[in-house]
């Protein structure tokens, strides 16, 4: 009986040590077919790259000359409807946020708060609602034009969170996030600084510097994004 229970060890063990090592050839020689597939899928990411810049550069160049033929109707007719009628574009696309605008109003820059052990992630990590409650006080006391992190801020437009990361436009950032909006800018600083959300941010830490300055500069929405825009700020998962 010891002998057959010996026996019947010894191939089980056998067995499992030929399982062990097959699986450890497979790992060593998949390898170099692994090194190849992530080489083989980085080269067609930058040919997507160069593609999609091109494809970029071809659309701006696109409506460059159509601004420009839209200029040239208002400046070479003298017909009055016709001018009304640019005037009256220029003004929704201005209502849309499709152009820049430059004047006065303040920036506003947000960093989480330091890291405390005492505290969980959450508590010290600014979120969507924080930034969406500043974007609604600012327009509720009257600014013109709002861009958070280069963004333009358009009515569809509502910050989301991605892990410590926030989505505009569907474009993904990190801290910090820098809110500039043009208006008023004593009005603009007395709102912000009077929240009550701001000073509970505050309390935790949260680091929210307010100043008014001139000569801010809002860029238009951007309707095509650029594929470093969309794969910026993604995490990068190590092997």
């Known amino acids: 009986m010891n002998k057959g229970h010996n026996g019947m060890m010894f191939i ?16 060593i020689l998949s390898e170099p077919n692994e090194q190849a597939s992530i080489k083989k899928l980085a080269a067609e990411l930058e040919a997507e790259r ?11 160049s696109i409506q460059a000359e159509r601004e420009q ?18 005037r009256m574009r220029d003004y929704e696309n201005f209502r849309a946020g499709l ?7 303040i ?34 006391n009257g600014a013109q034009a709002i861009s958070v992190n280069g963004e ?13 990361t926030i989505i505009v436009n569907n474009n993904r950032y990190p801290p910090p996030y820098v809110i500039k909006a043009i208006g008023d800018p004593d ?3 007395e709102a912000i600084e009077t929240m009550a959300q701001v000073a509970f941010m505050r309390l935790m830490d949260i680091r929210i510097n307010v100043v008014k300055q001139d000569d801010i500069i809002i860029n238009k929405y951007n309707i095509y994004t650029s594929l470093e825009e969309s794969l910026k700020g993604l995490e990068v998962v190590s092997k």
């Open 12 to 27: 089980i063990f056998l067995l499992l040590g030929i399982l062990i090592n097959l699986q450890f050839r497979g790992i």
């Open 50 to 60: 160069k593609e999609n810049r091109k494809l970029i550069e071809q659309l701006e």
């Open 69 to 86: 033929l839209w200029k040239n109707l208002g400046n070479n007719l003298n017909n009055q409807e016709i001018n009304n009628l640019l």
């Open 99 to 105: 152009t820049a605008v430059k004047g006065s109003g």
């Open 107 to 140: 920036v506003i820059t947000m960093e989480d708060a330091p890291a405390k052990g005492e505290l969980d992630i959450e508590d010290y990590i600014i979120h969507d609602n924080d930034i969406n409650i500043i974007l609604n006080e600012l327009k509720a």
């Open 152 to 164: 333009r801020v358009m009515l569809s437009t509502k910050p989301v969170c991605a892990g410590p």
């Open 187 to 189: 009005i603009l600083y």
